[in-house]
Structure formats: C-alpha cells, structure tokens
C-alpha cells in the first residue's frame, strides 16, 4: 500500500485536474448557447435563399445554369474533387475530429483528383502528412464562425468550379442531432441539384403568382447562388463550431466524474492507510510501555 503522503500527493493532482476540466465544461457550455443562437437567428435567411432558387426553377423549369452543370462527361478518375473539412482547432473532445477524418479517408478512396480545403488546425496538422493537395490560402480558424469567413470561403470554391479547376465540391462538419448526439456528415455543395430544391409540379388549385425576372432569370440565379452557398458554409460552420463545444463539454464532463471517483477512491486508501499508521503507532507505545514495565 502506498504511504499516506504519496496518496495525498495524488489526491491533490487529481483535484487540480478536475479544477481545469470543470472550467473547461463551463466555457464549452457557454459557447454552446452562443452557437446555437447564431444558428437559429441565421437559419431563416438560409432557407429563404433556399425557397427562393426553388421559386425560379419552378417558374422557369428549362433554365440552364453553370452552377447546375454536372459535368457528366468526366469520366470518374479524372473527376475534380474538393473537400471543404471542418475539424477542430484542437483535441479534448471525444470523437469529434477522428470522425470528420474518418469521413474524408472514406471519401478520398473514391475515384478522382482530389483537393482539400480544410478548416480548423488539427486537420491541416493531420492531412499535411498524407500524399493529397491541401489548399495552402485555407489559414482559417473554426473559432467564432462568421459570414464574412464563409463568404471568403464561398468565393475560392465558386471561382474554382466555374474555371473548372473543380467539378464537385463537397463539405464534411459534425452536425449536432441533439445535446446527446453529434454526428459527421458529409454535404454536396456544388454542383447544385434540382431534385433538392424540390420544384416539382405544382397542384392545379394552388395560386401561381407572376414573377418577372430582370434583366433575367439566368441573372437572377448568379447573384442568388453564390449567397445560398455562402449561407450553406456558413450554417455548417456554425454547426460545427456548436457540435465541438458540445463534445468537448460532454468529454470534461465526464472527465470530471471520473476525477471526482478517483478522489473518492484514493480517499479511502488515504484514510486506511493513516488509521494503518495510528494503529501502528498505537501498537509501538504499548509495546514500549510494556517493555519498560518489564525493566522495572
């Protein structure tokens, strides 16, 4: 059995992890509700750039638009793959950033050229070491995700697909299902396909409004889809930002019962140990009144 001060040696290291995780629980907590706001307040106008794409193709279903272009002419292999990654700056969350990579790894066995443009400095720290192309001009930061990153992000990705430097981009976050349960997932950004804007056929007693496009519809869709790719980017970047912090708070949690359990053990050690020394100490004073009773 270890002596009474190696025990408390480790029961105050292990009360001063727990000191660090509990703060690190707190701030992450913090950061969660502040994500989730950013989310929630954006989320409309997201969606109304969504309805608004589905208005056009619905009123002018033979419109023919660069940003829809498949490019299905490609063979596979020498298709143009790039990856928007979004991981985190740094670890202490669970799962979270083995996921997302894992994700990618499965993407990037599939056939194509593939290019990465990754988010977050754990990712670029990981992915540097593999034999694929990094974007080097992708620097950015997955702390406080804003509109202005997303649109500098949008702009690179949009310039490559229309020079033809790309032929499918996808982006791969954590999407938080609730405060349980976040999950990677992977989302096509372009090119964009109709089937998800759900035009589809309108029923005959529904009102058909009359829209008139100026100075037309193709013009219309070039400035409406860049700021729909822009509000994509940015509500997977807020997500993300979200779902780490939801991680890594569900991580010191639980890093914090394990520390308090801990303490809770060695405490008992501790105290078994010191009644062992007093019961020792007990023992020599008797032992030694005895013998000088003896003596005498």
């Known amino acids: 059995m270890a002596n009474i001060k190696e025990i408390q040696t ?8 727990m000191k660090i995780t509990n703060a690190m629980y707190m701030i992450a907590s913090s950061k969660v509700k502040q994500a989730k706001k950013k989310l929630t307040d ?4 997201f969606y ?14 033979e419109l023919e638009h660069s940003h829809f272009d498949a490019r299905e002419d490609i063979p596979p292999d020498e298709r143009k793959i790039g990856s928007i990654v979004v991981t985190a700056d740094k670890g202490l ?3 979270y950033n083995h996921n997302i990579i894992k994700l990618e790894e499965e993407l990037l066995k599939q056939p194509g050229i593939h290019k990465l443009f990754i988010v977050g400095e754990l990712g670029r720290h990981y992915f540097s070491k593999r034999d694929v192309e990094i974007a ?3 620097q950015y930061t997955v702390q406080k995700p804003t509109m202005h990153r997303a649109r500098n992000i949008s702009s690179v990705i949009l310039e490559q697909f229309q020079a033809g430097e790309l032929d499918e981009v996808y982006i791969l976050y954590t999407r938080m299902e609730n405060s349980m349960l976040v999950e ?22 529904m009102y058909r409004e009359e829209i008139v496009f100026y100075p037309s519809a193709k013009s219309v869709m070039d400035i409406i889809v860049p700021h729909y790719v822009s509000g994509m980017i ?3 970047l807020v997500e993300a930002y979200a779902s780490e912090h939801n991680a890594r708070m569900t991580a010191m949690k639980s890093a914090t019962d394990s520390a308090e359990s801990i303490i809770k053990e060695l405490s008992i050690q501790y105290n078994r140990a010191r009644q062992a020394a007093i019961t020792q100490e007990i023992t020599e004073v008797c032992s030694g009144a005895n013998a000088q009773k003896r003596k005498k």
């Open 42 to 45: 954006t989320e409309p106008y």
């Open 234 to 236: 940015y509500g997977c």
């Open 10 to 17: 480790r029961i105050n290291s292990v009360k001063d992890t």
């Open 93 to 95: 969350a669970g799962a």
């Open 184 to 205: 990677a997932e992977k989302v096509k950004l372009l090119p964009l396909e109709r089937e998800s804007f759900n035009p589809g056929t309108l029923p005959l007693n």
């Open 48 to 61: 109304g750039m969504q309805g608004e794409i589905a208005r056009i193709l619905r009123h002018v279903p």
């Open 136 to 138: 080097s001009q992708f």
